[in-house]
């Protein structure tokens, strides 16, 4: 049996992840895989009391450290528990946002250095990378006036419109690096035409893989 592939969803606020995820993962079983869904932070037990946390408006004295540890306090248990599991049983995860997000939001949101965040990626989230990522981009402003019109906002959402433009930045400098792994969407459309570059990209990469192996 082949080994399942880890997909993950990545983007500012407000580029749309929810829908762009139940497509993907649609997709995927409609070409015959089996595959399961998960987020971060959040997907175990733990995981969903640590996003419980880190999102609670309360936590204002939370330092960055802090913030980055229990992002990967979060991803260490996920990826046990949950995604070398499924990956070695042959079945697909779909994950909304992985560690590029420590990078973009903990990294160059929160001046942690890169060399410490890989640290952490290599023995907490024991070397996995996925193997595709989607990149749905959307200028801040229109992001964050779609995540506010959505409601209460939660501690990230409070942000600086800054905060997020470094956040912007550096998810589109690391697709610019890996342009292979990191697929870039624009999200600034409808629902449709994301949900039609996210069928497309998903099929291109299954086919690659069944050509591969
Ligand atoms: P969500 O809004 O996509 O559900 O994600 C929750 C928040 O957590 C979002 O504002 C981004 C943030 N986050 C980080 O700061 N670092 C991380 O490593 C992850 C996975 C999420």
């Given at each position: 049996m082949s080994r399942g592939a880890l997909v993950s969803l990545e983007g500012g606020e407000g580029a749309g992840k929810s829908s762009a995820l139940a497509s993907l993962r649609e997709r995927i079983e409609a070409r015959g895989l089996g595959v399961i869904a998960t987020r971060e932070p959040g997907g175990t037990p733990l995981g969903e009391a640590l996003r419980a946390l880190v999102l609670d408006?309360?936590?204002?004295?939370?330092?960055a450290e802090s913030e980055l540890l229990l992002m990967f306090a979060s991803r260490a248990q996920l990826v046990r528990e949950i995604v070398e599991p499924a990956l070695a049983a042959g079945t697909w995860v779909v994950t909304d946002r992985f560690t590029d997000a420590s990078y973009a939001y903990?990294?160059?949101?929160?001046?942690?250095?890169a060399a410490r965040i890989a640290e952490l990626e290599r023995w907490a989230a024991n070397g996995l990378v996925p193997d595709l990522t989607l990149l749905l981009d959307v200028p801040v402003a229109l992001g964050l006036a779609r995540a506010h019109g959505r409601g209460e906002v939660d501690r990230f959402e409070q942000e600086q419109a800054s905060f997020f433009e470094r956040v912007r930045s550096a998810y589109r400098e690391r697709a610019a690096v890996e342009p292979r792994r990191i697929r870039v969407i624009d999200a600034s459309r409808d629902i449709e035409a994301v949900r039609a570059d996210v069928v497309a990209a998903i099929d291109a990469f299954v086919d690659l893989r069944a050509g591969g192996s």
């Open positions: 408006k309360a936590q204002r004295g939370l330092c903990q990294g160059a949101g929160r001046g942690q250095p």
